[in-house]
């Protein structure tokens, strides 16, 4: 699994992706994303030989009766990434930035979804919608998605919960809703549009993307600190490193916390990892939920 910066070197974004998901995807049987196109249509008495993992037993324990769930085929997954492209996603470097992180990862997932047979594609925000791209299937879009990606860079403040609620109106279809920040923003307007997503039935991701150093304080001495959003100073010290620390902790837990409130896939990216690492995590993860 190849590093995040190392990737960033590469100019080629779809190598990047190929690379990524066939490091997510080593050992793994099949990707979890196959089933969107499965939705409810009726139940039907149980039969023998049907597919024990389809009985209602919440039916089951209200009537007495064995029930099973019957499903019609609709459209294809569709799942809309949405990409924060704030000042604050260039925080990072020399190494590599949250942003080019990010970009990689979206690379990847469009990639494995488009892929399957599936369509994919892309919101880029900052304080506004600067990019919008519609998910659709095949290799050419794919490459479009891809360039679009390879354009962004980050400037700006940022205004998640807008980018979110207009990618999710959008959508046509129930889809896949990923979303890609380091969420410094807004927190419960951000929450509740992502609450809002999965409500409505869209199956929602949260990759959390954050360097260590948004993690841990790596600092010492007197430090002026500069918002990259706000241009807002404060002057710290060394001193405030364990507070710093057990915030930041907070800071992850709670948005974990409220992902899983709501049926919300949560995934803490860190810079420091390969992307194919994070990828493969969120997959195996999702293996075992729908296991």
């Not at 609709?74 to 930035?97: K, W, Y």
């Not at 919960?161 to 951000?190: K, M, T």
């Not at 949260?206 to 600190?225: I, K, M, S, T």
């Amino acid at each position: 699994m190849l590093d995040a910066a190392l990737l960033s070197s590469i100019r080629d974004l779809e190598f990047v992706a190929r690379v990524t998901v066939d490091g997510a995807l080593a050992g793994l049987h099949r990707s979890p994303f196959h089933g969107y196109s499965a939705e409810f249509s009726q139940y039907r008495h149980y039969r023998p030989g049907d597919d024990l993992k389809y009985v209602d037993w919440k039916l089951f324990a209200r009537t007495d009766r064995v029930y099973t769930k019957q499903f019609r085929e609709t459209t294809n997954l569709r799942m809309q990434l949405v990409l924060d492209a704030s000042a604050s996603m260039a925080f990072g470097e020399p190494r590599v930035s949250k942003m080019e992180y990010a970009r990689q990862l979206a690379a990847a997932l469009a990639h494995l979804v488009v892929s399957q047979g599936d369509a994919a594609g892309l919101t880029v925000y900052d304080a506004a919608l600067r990019t919008y791209v519609g998910p659709r299937p095949g290799r050419s879009h794919l490459r479009h998605l891809l360039t679009a990606l390879s354009r962004v860079d980050a400037a700006g403040r940022t205004r998640s919960a807008q980018a979110i609620r207009a990618a999710v109106d959008l959508l046509e279809n129930r889809g896949a809703v990923v979303c890609l920040s380091d969420l410094y923003d807004d927190e419960g307007a951000v929450d509740a549009e992502l609450h809002r997503a999965a409500r409505i039935g869209h199956d929602v991701t949260v990759f959390h993307v954050l360097a260590p150093e948004d993690l841990e304080w790596r600092w010492g001495g007197d430090v002026e600190v500069e918002d990259s959003e706000t241009g807002q100073r404060v002057l710290t010290s060394a001193a405030a490193a364990g507070a710093y620390a057990g915030r930041a902790a907070a800071f992850v837990q709670q948005w974990r916390e409220r992902c899983l409130a709501y049926g919300a896939d949560y995934v803490l990216a860190r810079t420091d990892q390969p992307p194919a690492q994070t990828l493969r995590a969120f997959l195996l993860q999702r293996q075992d939920v729908s296991r």
